[in-house]
């Protein structure tokens, strides 16, 4: 057995690698650097855990949040793992003692701030020690592509100056083509392998409806969902308090979380809920890049998100452990004019050129009418053939009508038009509008003028946008956004080719059709038991003042009560159960499902 899967499993409690695991552990165990796009819950932190226990050293992570490094701090030493992290959170007193442990080489991993890590005083003490690796978590926060660019993250590109000789591994959730280039530019990973894994989560259903009595469309949706986790989403701090305070009213163990509450506050919010005390966060993106916790089983979006990244992100936060997971993105109008009308406040055009582009994306998903995750792969550049059966365009497949002579009116004005200008105007030119710009150019004399006359802005707009999603037109978001065709299109121009394109959905049926719970509704397991080890793990991670998922995961308590082990041996085969966990914790458990068996 080779080191990096003894640790692994003795460790870590699991059996097998995941996809691009084991490659991207050794490249980094033999000194190479790696660029890793891996989707959240996907298994990124033991791609520089595992080398960091095994290379000489002490492993620096970067990490942008407080909370996230507590965290991964909290579960790695619950494993054994010499693990610690410094920050502004320390007290003096525990700082010196982490720095002490530092220099003694009594620290596997070391989780710091860029800000921290690029200080002139600590860069100087790292020269005096023996650095295994740098991780770069988060990295998509290098570029100013990326949704939630961080100018700290930029000045990283020191360590590359500074320690030319230590392999480096970047590691992001979220990111397209334009944003993966300027990660492997800002941090010299001109030479690292790059590992990029599917983008999807197949344990997320995804659900959109049309905004329409929002608070009513939740409480329905959240009566599928009572006795678990979630996370709501809105965009300002004002609906933020009025969701979560109507939640209250009506019995849910409910909180805010937004920045303009005091930090003790927020701590307790955060705490609790990590603690499943806590049912649902109702919280604005301030919330949720630090928080690991496995098990939330719901993510709402009340608002339209700004951006396809920042969706799939919150999204991804439900179902870590791999368990039956559900998104609800509730999508209006309103929303998508006060995103722009915000997006246009701003004073950097190229900024706002990003960001509006950004705002298309995700607009032409929520109005999707074909299987969405086909879409959201897509927009990160990853082909899916087959329709995923499990979203809610797929569970209640949309009308349709024989599109081809509308396509081919479509991808033909953007021909004439030379592939040289963004949607809005090729509509405008189908339409027949005589603008100003449109008079100037001359292309009120292209054969393709107002042969669309026919049809509304918004019913061009849904073709287009499917146009899009099925490969047919790209976006160039590096030149204005404008239209081009790929190579795909030919057929559908030549007339050799047919298409059916979805008829845009006003009202979404998938609240009716969509009835089954995301509580681990597909996978057979004894419920008393589990209910019986969740009790145990409460009492022990209390006792310990954990969050429990830190003693166990959910999916290790199914597995427990799938499986019902009755020896330390049979324990260990359970997937999340190490060595040291074993210990620690075996005893308790067994005896648990020992007293089950026996009544």
């Known amino acids: 057995m080779s080191k990096s899967l003894s640790v692994l499993r003795d460790t870590f409690g699991y059996t097998d690698f995941r996809l691009n695991q084991q490659a991207i552990i050794d490249g980094l165990i033999a000194g190479k650097d790696s660029f890793v796009l891996m989707p959240t819950g996907g298994g990124k932190s033991l791609c520089y855990q595992i080398p960091a226990m095994i290379r000489d050293g002490v492993a620096i992570v970067v990490s942008p949040l407080i909370a996230l490094m507590k965290d991964q701090v909290d579960a790695l030493q619950a494993n054994g793992v010499n693990a610690a992290y410094y920050n502004s959170s320390l007290s003096s007193e525990s700082a010196k003692q982490v720095l002490a442990k530092l220099h003694n080489l009594e620290i596997d991993l070391l989780y710091i701030a860029p800000e921290r890590l690029l200080s002139e005083a600590f860069l100087q003490r790292l020269a005096g020690i023996d650095i295994a690796l740098f991780a770069i978590d988060e990295a998509h926060c290098v570029s100013q592509w990326g949704h939630d660019f961080r100018p700290e993250y930029q000045r990283l590109s020191m360590l590359r100056e500074h320690f030319p000789q230590t392999p480096l591994i970047a590691l992001t959730a979220t990111a397209d083509e334009q944003t993966r280039d300027d990660i492997v530019q800002v941090l010299g990973l001109q030479r690292a392998e790059h590992y990029i894994s599917s983008f999807d989560r197949p344990n997320i259903r995804y659900t959109v ?57 927020r701590e307790h919010v955060q705490e609790t809920f990590l603690r499943d005390e806590l049912e649902v966060v109702v919280a604005t993106v301030a919330f949720g890049m630090g928080i690991d916790k496995p098990n939330i089983r719901f993510v709402v979006h009340y608002d339209l998100p700004k951006n396809i990244e920042g969706y799939y992100q919150e999204t991804g936060r439900a179902g870590r452990d791999g368990l039956p997971a559900e998104a609800l993105l509730l999508s209006g109008a309103q929303d998508m004019v006060t995103s722009r009308r915000f997006i246009e406040q701003g004073n950097n055009e190229q900024q706002k050129r990003i960001e509006n582009y950004k705002l298309n994306a995700m607009i032409g998903f929520s109005e999707a009418t074909i299987c969405r995750r086909k879409v959201l792969l897509r927009y990160f550049g990853e082909k899916r053939e087959e329709d995923c059966g499990h979203c809610d365009v797929c ?28 949607m809005k105007y090729v509509i405008d030119v189908l339409r027949g509008l005589s603008h100003e710009r449109i008079v100037k150019q001359q292309h009120d004399k292209l054969t393709t003028y ?94 310990l003042d954990v969050p429990p998922y830190i003693v166990f995961g959910d999916a290790t308590l199914v597995g427990m009560a799938q499986h019902k082990p009755e020896t330390e041996e049979a324990m260990l085969e359970v997937s999340g159960v190490g060595q040291v966990k074993l210990e620690r914790f075996g005893k308790d458990f067994l005896a648990v499902i020992q007293t089950y068996a026996a009544t």
């Open 209 to 265: 409806l049309e905004k329409h009595k929002p608070f009513e469309q939740l409480t329905q949706f959240m009566h599928k969902h009572q006795g678990v986790a979630g996370i709501v989403y809105a965009l300002s701090r004002k609906r933020v308090e009025e969701v979560a305070d109507k939640l209250q009213q009506q019995g849910v163990k409910a909180a805010a979380y937004h920045a303009g509450l005091s930090a003790d506050v």
């Open 395 to 422: 569970l209640n497949p949309p009308e349709v009508f024989d599109a081809t002579q509308d396509a081919q009116k479509a991808l033909s004005c953007v021909y004439r038009l030379q592939q040289s200008f963004g």
């Open 450 to 543: 107002g042969i669309g006359a026919e049809y509304s802005h918004e019913q061009w707009a849904s073709i287009f946008r499917q146009l899009i999603h099925r490969g047919f037109l790209l976006q160039d978001i590096a030149n204005y956004s404008v239209l081009k065709l790929t190579s795909t299109a030919t057929p559908i121009l030549r007339g050799e080719q047919s298409l059916e394109l979805a008829k845009p959905r006003l009202r979404s049926k998938s609240k009716d059709k969509i009835k089954k719970s995301a509580k681990y509704a597909d996978i057979k397991y004894d419920e008393d038991l589990f209910e019986k080890l969740r009790e145990l793990r409460k009492k022990l991670a209390d006792a």
